[in-house]
């Protein structure tokens, strides 16, 4: 407050004027959150990514099943058959895991591409094509 207010006028312009204060002053503050949630984004990448790593997505179970397998027969067996037992323990689960949230998020377009593998074919090797007219 700069002055003392006496009329009903000083009032109306004091309230103006920190009503103009209280809208500068609110566009600071968010300015300010938003500057620190930039500055936290990495911090919050490597949290999710690290969140990954330790929990299982539970959906979509034949994808995970088939995943888990071939872990299970590449990481395990093969890169890891001269490792420790907490390696061999470890790195799977960790692997099942991520692996797990990365079929989850691209569902459709494995399911898509396992689906065009199996589809049917002509002899020459292409999908046959499926006639829906009703001749």
Do not use: C
Request: positive net charge.
């Amino acid at each position: 407050m700069t002055k003392t207010i006496r009329t009903y006028k000083d009032m109306l312009d004091e309230k103006k004027r920190l009503e103009e204060l209280l809208v500068v002053q609110k566009q600071l503050v968010r300015n300010d959150i938003m500057e620190i949630k930039e500055s936290l984004r990495p911090v919050h990448s490597a949290l999710s990514f690290a969140g990954k790593l330790v929990t299982r997505e539970k959906g979509n179970f034949f994808l995970n099943a088939g995943a888990n397998t071939l872990i299970d027969l590449v990481i395990k067996k093969m890169v890891l058959s001269r490792a420790g037992w907490f390696t061999k323990l470890v790195v799977p689960f960790l692997a099942k895991n991520y692996s797990s949230h990365i079929i989850s998020e691209k569902k459709d377009a494995l399911l898509k591409k396992l689906f065009s593998w199996i589809g049917k074919r002509n002899a020459n090797g292409k999908e046959e094509e499926v006639d829906t007219s009703d001749n």
